[in-house]
């Protein structure tokens, strides 16, 4: 699976901003999906997943309320929408795939088999 993600940039505090992340190569609904973000000198941590089929998700808590994850399996794209960006979401955010035959989220890093090549978001105060 080859993933590429889009949609970061620089903006102020409290504003929006989705990622999208599209994938290619394979059956993109054989795959749990999630979005990492990795900030200098922090390790990379899970931000949001999401199932083969769309239903079950998971959330940081340090995102849950502002981020929502969801997918598009006709179109192989999964996206991050990030509402009331605070200085602490800058990271560089990567998208991830896992291939999996169960329903669930897969919340390791080392369940991913398949990482995209990060977008940098830039959130200033």
């Known amino acids: 699976v080859q993933l590429q993600a889009s949609g970061g940039g620089l903006v102020q505090a409290g504003v929006s901003l989705r990622l999208s992340c599209t994938a290619s190569?394979?059956?993109?609904?054989?795959?749990?999906m999630g979005w990492f973000r990795q900030a200098p000198g922090r390790e990379r941590e899970l931000v949001a997943a999401?199932?083969?089929?769309?239903?079950?998700?998971f959330y940081a808590d340090s995102v849950k309320g502002r981020f929502t994850i969801s997918r598009d399996n006709a179109e192989n794209t999964v996206y991050l929408r990030m509402n009331s960006l605070k200085p602490e979401d800058t990271a560089v955010y990567y998208c991830?795939?896992?291939?999996?035959?169960?329903?669930?989220?897969?919340?390791?890093?080392?369940?991913?088999?398949?990482w995209g090549q990060g977008t940098q978001v830039t959130v200033s105060s």
């Open positions: 991830a795939a896992a291939y999996t035959v169960s329903g669930a989220v897969v919340r390791t890093t080392v369940g991913y088999n398949y």
């Open positions: 999401l199932s083969r089929g769309g239903t079950v998700k």
């Open positions: 190569g394979r059956t993109f609904s054989d795959y749990a």
